[in-house]
């Protein structure tokens, strides 16, 4: 691993809300084109940590941050534009929202509100992003029909092909797979290995058996702590540095 | 004996219990011992009837009133209703002729206060819900806006005597009284406009600034074209209390009499009086004596006709946007 380049380094980066504290204190590096998974129960701040790399954080009421998050080097809260910030980044919740659009207009907004107006270059956008999403053949005939339409797990598709849109470097993904069926799951995991080529993934997840399939590395996350990071050979070993993890990957946790 | 128990249980009319309980002296199955009508059950259902039937009662109470109130307006008002009545002046000391002028100054109060207001309440709604942040500020005004909504016309009368007919040098005129009602409507547009903009969900707002879009991107392409037409049917809503309200325009610019040129809509300047329905109908109901019982009754009409003309529009409106509407 010696040789990655550093795209995201994350330094003693806590957040409260109001009163509760929901990352005390993180630090961990995320290498370019690699996938790192995120695991930890509910209430580990895995939520938290995505919104705080794309400064949505901020339209959360009561949220305090301190810490610093850099993106290449940059902190992303002396960036000039978040808006340019998150362009760079795409972020898929857990639950997919189609905007109440219809599906070109869906997978055009981003590159739309980013300045891009030539019919041609969104028809290719829009056309790539949805095969991306593996959700092409199944729209290609009525892409002008409502993408509130859909049903969930072609949401949670469009959701992705939207996240790819603005063609970010960074893709967050929060427990996508949720809504989605395991068939489909899968060729969307499929996609999410061809993609590392070119962008840097963050996966977090509740199941542990997708950390495994799709990550380089793994970091696990207890209470808003950093329980452990590692490369997935080694948290899934069966001899992580850490006894917790070991039982949580294991299904043994508490 | 298990497929006749299946019937009862499925069967969703109340009125077989008699079936079910011969199933029940048959098998004596405890499933269809459930479903017969147990002494609550019965019990229930009457409370539950009883309650139906005392809110059909309460919703005809509204509308026999409102039935009842037209009829006996049209029959009152059916010797002068013609088109003539809409499209001439009061004649012999309002004893006879029509009610143009006043009609006509109806319009012209109710259109300059809509210009003024809507945009000012839209605009204003739109940064109190999506920009400004929850601090003591927005909180005042938030409180401000309720109030404001529900201090009594006569109130604003008099606020819009001293601040646009004396402090601001309009004197009575038809701007002075477009702006008072203007001031009367605003915030119960705002608070229309900002219920309209609540209702889009917030994962919309989040899945645009998750991609980029800056704040005013997401409104103008997402929040607006869905709330758009619960803010119309608000402003819309304000017509009928703008033309009805009498008290905000009798001190700033509506006047007893004033002869203009007929069917001239452009027969009013600004800064003009002018007459109003609402007001013409308190005169001559209460001021002048022996005018003919099917003038008023007339001057009644038109006013209800204008304000139910205006929320039939609304309704079409609103029932039009909802076809386009998009969750």
Not at chain 1, 83 to 103: H, Q, T
Not at chain 2, 29 to 51: C, Q, Y
Request: glycine letters at 8%; proline letters at 4%.
């Amino acid at each position: 691993m010696g040789d990655w380049k550093e795209k995201i380094e994350i330094s003693n980066l806590e957040v409260k809300y109001d009163q509760k504290e929901a990352l005390k204190g993180i630090s961990l590096a995320i290498y370019e084109n690699e996938i790192l998974a995120i695991i930890g129960p509910a209430q580990s701040g895995k939520t938290t940590l995505l919104k705080v790399i794309n400064r949505t954080i901020e339209f959360v009421p009561g949220a305090k941050v301190k810490g610093t998050v850099k993106i290449d080097g940059e902190n992303v809260r002396e960036m000039k534009s978040v808006y340019e910030l998150r362009r760079r980044i795409g972020m898929v919740f857990p639950l997919p929202v189609g905007l109440p659009l219809s599906i070109y207009d869906n997978v055009a907004f981003a590159p739309r509100a980013a300045g891009i107006r030539g019919r041609d270059q969104l028809d290719e956008l829009v056309e790539k992003c949805l095969r991306q999403a593996a959700l092409w053949d199944e729209v290609k005939d009525r892409l002008d029909s409502l993408g509130t339409r859909l049903s969930g797990g072609q949401q949670q598709r469009l959701t992705i092909a939207r996240a790819l849109s603005h063609q970010p470097e960074i893709l967050c993904l929060d427990e996508f797979s949720i809504a989605v069926d395991p068939v489909t799951t899968m060729r969307i995991e499929d996609v999410l290995k061809e993609l590392r080529s070119e962008i840097t993934i963050i996966l977090v997840t509740n199941l542990v058996q997708q950390a495994r399939r799709l990550a380089d590395r793994t970091a696990f996350l207890l209470n808003g702590k950093l329980v452990e990071i590692d490369s997935n050979e080694v948290i899934f070993s069966g001899s992580p540095a850490n006894k917790v993890t070991y039982d949580y990957v294991r299904g043994t946790f508490g | 004996m298990t497929g006749q128990q299946d019937t009862t249980i499925i069967n969703p009319n109340p009125d077989s219990s008699g079936k079910e309980s011969t199933s029940s002296e048959k098998g004596a199955s405890r499933s269809a011992i459930l479903f017969t009508d147990t002494p609550l059950v019965r019990r229930k259902r009457l409370a539950e009837n009883m309650a139906k039937g005392l809110f059909f009662l309460m919703t005809l109470l509204i509308v026999i009133p409102l039935i009842l109130i037209v009829c006996y307006l049209f029959y009152k008002a059916f010797p002068v209703l013609s088109i003539d009545f809409l499209f001439t002046n009061p004649a012999r000391g309002m004893r006879a002729g029509g009610i143009w002028a006043a009609l006509l100054g109806t319009i012209y109060l109710v259109v300059i206060s809509l210009l003024v207001s809507a945009p000012i309440g839209v605009l204003a709604a739109v940064y109190l819900n999506e920009y400004a942040g929850d601090n003591w500020l927005t909180r005042i005004i938030n409180l401000a806006v309720v109030n404001l909504a529900g201090v009594p016309s006569i109130v604003h009368a008099l606020f819009g005597v001293g601040a646009f007919v004396l402090f601001a040098r309009m004197g009575r005129s038809i701007l002075a009284a477009s702006l008072t009602l203007a001031i009367m409507t605003l915030p119960v547009i705002i608070a229309a406009t900002k219920e309209a903009l609540g209702a889009v969900p917030m994962a919309f707002r989040e899945a645009c600034w998750n991609v980029g879009a800056t704040r005013w991107q997401t409104i103008r392409r997402i929040v607006l074209p869905n709330s758009i037409s619960g803010i119309l049917t608000g402003i819309i809503l304000q017509v009928s209390r703008a033309a009805g309200e009498t008290a905000p325009i009798m001190f700033t610019g509506a006047v007893f009499y004033k002869a203009i040129s007929e069917g001239d809509i452009f027969a009013y300047g600004l800064f003009d009086q002018c007459m109003a329905l609402s007001m013409h109908l308190f005169t001559i109901s209460t001021q002048v004596p022996n005018v003919p019982d099917a003038i008023p009754y007339g001057t009644a009409v038109v006013l209800l006709g204008t304000v139910l003309l205006v929320n039939l529009l609304s309704i079409a409106l609103r029932v039009y946007l909802r076809l386009r509407k998009k969750w």
